[in-house]
T-cell receptor, first 116, second 111 residues
Framework: KAGVTQTPRYLIKTRGQQVTLSCSPI?????VSWYQQTPGQGLQFLFE???????NKGNFPGRFSGRQFSNSRSEMNVSTLELGDSALYLC???????????????FGPGTRLTVT | GQNIDQPTEMTATEGAIVQINCTYQ??????LFWYQQHAGEAPTFLSY????GLEEKGRFSSFLSRSKGYSYLLLKELQMKDSASYLC????????????FGAGTTVTVRA
C-alpha cells in the first residue's frame, strides 16, 4: 500500500509569512505526528493528532498549529515565519500510539522549508 | 521529559560489527525504537524493544535493559549502504505516549 505522502517537498518563504504543510497517512492509520528536524536539535516532536483531535503537543510556540481531517489527512501551519523555522518537517503515521504496542511510526519524505 | 543520549559519530570497516549505545531517562518507559535515516531521506523503522533482552532481525539486533535505562543497536556484517544516521527513540506513558528521539548517531562505513 502507499506510504506517507507530504506536500510540498520543498518550500521557500520569507520572514513574516505563513505556511501550510500537508500530510496524507498510510491508509487505515489514524494517528499522525509532526516533527521538526534540524542539524542542531535533531528530531523535535511538534504534535500528534488522532481522530481529528490533538492528543499530544511538544514545546513549540503557538505559531505552530495543526489539524486533522475526517479522512486522517493532516495539515500543519506556521504563522509569522522566523529564520529559525528553516527545517525539515516530517510527518509520521501509525495505527495507534496510545496504549503502547509496537505501533511503529512510518515517516513521510518530509517538507524542506527554507525561510529567508 | 526524557534525556536520550547516543554517540554523535562512529566509523567502521565494511564487514565489521558496530554497536550503537543509547541511554535514556524517563518516568514512564513504554518502549524503545531504533530508526535508520539516510541523508536526505525519512527515518525508517528498524526495531522495537519493550522487554529486557535481545531482539534479532537479520544483520541488526537491538538490546534493552530497563533497569539500566540502556539499549544498543548492533549492526553486523556492515555494508556500505549501512552508512546512515541511527536514531534511538523512547515512548513515555507519563507523557501521553509521546515518542522522543535522541540526536542520532552517524555511522560511516569505510571500504
Amino acid at each position: 500500500k502507499a506510504g506517507v505522502t507530504q506536500t510540498p517537498r520543498y518550500l521557500i518563504k520569507t520572514r513574516g509569512q505563513q505556511v501550510t504543510l500537508s500530510c496524507s497517512p498510510i491508509s487505515g492509520h489514524r494517528s499522525v505526528s509532526w516533527y521538526q528536524q534540524t542539524p542542531g536539535q535533531g528530531l523535535q516532536f511538534l504534535f500528534e493528532y488522532f481522530s481529528e483531535t490533538q492528543r499530544n503537543k511538544g514545546n513549540f510556540p503557538g505559531r505552530f498549529s495543526g489539524r486533522q481531517f475526517s479522512n486522517s489527512r493532516s495539515e500543519m501551519n506556521v504563522s509569522t515565519l522566523e529564520l529559525g523555522d528553516s527545517a525539515l518537517y516530517l510527518c509520521a503515521s501509525s495505527l495507534d500510539g496510545v496504549g503502547g504496542g509496537s505501533y511503529e511510526q512510518y515517516f513521510g519524505p518530509g517538507t524542506r522549508l527554507t525561510v529567508t | 521529559g526524557q534525556n536520550i543520549d547516543q554517540p554523535t559519530e562512529m566509523t567502521a570497516t565494511e564487514g565489521a560489527i558496530v554497536q550503537i549505545n543509547c541511554t535514556y531517562q524517563t518516568s514512564g518507559f513504554n518502549g524503545l525504537f531504533w530508526y535508520q535515516q539516510h541523508a536526505g531521506e525519512a527515518p525508517t523503522f528498524l526495531s522495537y524493544n519493550v522487554l529486557d533482552g535481545l531482539e534479532e532481525k537479520g544483520r541488526f539486533s537491538s538490546f534493552l535493559s530497563r533497569s539500566k535505562g540502556y539499549s544498543y543497536l548492533l549492526l553486523k556484517e556492515l555494508q556500505m549502504k549501512d552508512s546512515a544516521s541511527y536514531l534511538c527513540a523512547v515512548r513515555d506513558f507519563a507523557h501521553d505516549y509521546k515518542l522522543s528521539f535522541g540526536a542520532g548517531t552517524t555511522v560511516t562505513v569505510r571500504a
